[in-house]
């Protein structure tokens, strides 16, 4: 069975990111004992990845590369902002060992929407927070087996998820 629009797709892959310098990073695995799995059409994927993915079979391999743009978008420099220490303040002081460089820290907007962001840079008063999804502006390599399609059912299809294996479990 091919994959198509409304098959539920089981994927194994490893996901790399390329430095500048040309070095490549494994930043992901899904393996066989925690693949991936969407009802393909309906992944909320980057629809170059479920491209990329169209036709093949079960047993079929699969290495692509998806650019930064196809992926999770360029890197904006607008997501980067200063924010003075105070705002991290817990009670009354920052805790131990949170505003470390790389550390992502819930936050949420004027809106109240949550985001993530990750300490870039700590000053002597404030800190630099990025606010990029930890891959945009990343090129994306993608190397991996197909390991199960199916039909999805008319109840996944009318959730927009994926029931058991590897799915949603509800009732
Ligand atoms: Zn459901």
Same mark, same amino acid.
């Given at each position: 069975?091919?994959?198509?629009?409304?098959?539920?797709?089981?994927?194994?892959?490893?996901?790399?990111?390329?430095?500048e310098?040309?070095?490549?990073?494994?930043? *992901?695995?899904?393996?066989?004992?925690?693949?991936?799995?969407?009802?393909?059409?309906?992944?909320?994927?980057? %629809?170059?990845?479920?491209?990329n993915?169209?036709?093949?079979?079960?047993?079929?391999?699969?290495?692509?590369k998806?650019?930064?743009?196809?992926?999770?978008?360029?890197?904006?420099?607008?997501?980067?902002?200063?924010?003075?220490?105070?705002?991290? !303040?817990?009670?009354? +002081?920052?805790?131990e060992? /949170?505003? !470390?460089?790389?550390?992502?820290?819930? /936050?949420? %907007?004027?809106?109240?929407?949550?985001?993530?962001?990750?300490?870039?840079?700590?000053?002597?008063?404030?800190?630099?927070m990025?606010?990029?999804?930890?891959?945009?502006?990343?090129?994306?390599?993608?190397? +991996?087996?197909?390991?199960?399609v199916? *039909?999805?059912?008319?109840?996944?299809?009318?959730?927009?998820?994926?029931?058991?294996?590897g799915?949603?479990?509800?009732?």
């Amino acid at each position: 069975m091919k994959i198509e629009k409304n098959r539920v797709v089981t994927l194994t892959y490893e996901l790399h990111i390329q430095s500048e310098s040309g070095q490549q990073t494994l930043v *992901e695995t899904a393996n066989t004992e925690n693949p991936m799995v969407f009802i393909y059409g309906m992944s909320g994927l980057p %629809d170059q990845f479920e491209e990329n993915l169209a036709d093949k079979s079960a047993g079929d391999e699969f290495d692509f590369k998806l650019d930064s743009e196809a992926g999770y978008g360029e890197f904006d420099q607008n997501a980067v902002v200063e924010l003075p220490m105070s705002v991290f !303040e817990v009670e009354g +002081g920052i805790p131990e060992n /949170m505003l !470390e460089v790389g550390n992502f820290i819930p /936050m949420a %907007d004027s809106e109240g929407n949550q985001l993530q962001g990750r300490v870039a840079e700590v000053r002597d008063n404030s800190i630099l927070m990025d606010f990029n999804h930890p891959l945009a502006g990343k090129e994306l390599y993608f190397k +991996g087996k197909v390991e199960k399609v199916r *039909e999805a059912t008319a109840e996944e299809l009318d959730h927009g998820h994926v029931h058991g294996e590897g799915g949603v479990h509800h009732h």
